[in-house]
């Protein structure tokens, strides 16, 4: 069973807080993790990636891995309005090759 | 760069008809997908080509089919449109391998079948 599992949401917290994302998975085997942000009517772009256990930090953004729980989140600091979108977690999985399987996507919602 | 194209953006189907989806991307990226998204989602994976010549199947490959003759394009064709097609199509590429899930996306192909 190939699976990727997101609280749909809506996540909503203020401007100025921390978001907080979470995703979990099914096969142990999976070696590499994304997660994407997608905006209403456009197509998923890639925030961050991450392949080994523990903190992965670019700008607001952290990604956090851990494969034994087969756990990933992701972190936004000092969120923004413009942050608001539906995040996709992504984590690749064997279909023959290890291919991107995406979750159901999490909507966050940042209020001023 | 125009990195993923895909035309059409909008097409509507009467049930039974067939089209094709066309996708071409410039990076020469080895990996290409087809996934399908319906209204609140995620994305689930059709069918993906990890390099000229070879095609394999995902989650939800019935009703579809793909070639990759070249490694710029990967047209996915809809054999006899059913309503349970209606949905929103994005093609994305990658180079492969342990980076295969830093996809790049084109912008969408919204289907409706009527």
């Known amino acids: 069973q190939k699976e990727v599992e997101q609280n749909s949401g809506p996540l909503s917290v203020p401007e100025g807080a921390i978001a907080s994302l979470n995703c979990t998975y099914s096969?142990?085997?999976?070696?590499?993790f994304f997660w994407y942000r997608q905006y209403s009517g456009k197509s998923p772009e890639l925030i961050m990636s991450?392949?080994?256990?523990g903190d992965k930090e670019d700008g607001r953004f952290t990604a956090q891995l851990n494969k034994a729980s087969q756990y990933v989140s992701l972190l936004i600091r000092d969120s923004q309005p413009s942050d608001s979108a539906t995040y996709l977690c992504?984590?690749?999985?064997?279909?023959?090759?290890?291919?991107?399987?995406f979750g159901r996507g999490t909507s966050l919602i940042v209020h001023p | 760069n125009a990195g993923v194209t895909q035309t059409p953006k909008f097409r509507i189907l009467k049930i039974g008809q067939s089209m094709t989806l066309q996708c071409t991307q410039d990076m020469n990226h080895n990996y290409m997908y087809w996934y399908r998204q319906d209204p609140g989602m995620g994305l689930k994976l059709i069918y993906y080509s990890v390099g000229a010549g070879i095609t394999d199947k995902g989650e939800v490959p019935n009703g579809y089919n793909v070639s990759r003759s070249t490694t710029e394009d990967f047209p996915l064709r809809l054999e006899l449109a059913a309503p349970s097609q209606t949905s929103v199509y994005f093609c994305?590429?990658?180079?492969?391998?342990?980076?295969?899930?830093?996809?790049?996306f084109g912008e969408g192909s919204r289907l409706t079948v009527l």
């Open positions: 992504a984590v690749n999985m064997r279909w023959g090759s290890y291919i991107p399987t």
């Open positions: 991450i392949y080994s256990n």
């Open positions: 096969d142990r085997g999976s070696q590499s």
């Open positions: 994305a590429s990658s180079y492969g391998t342990s980076t295969a899930g830093e996809l790049f």
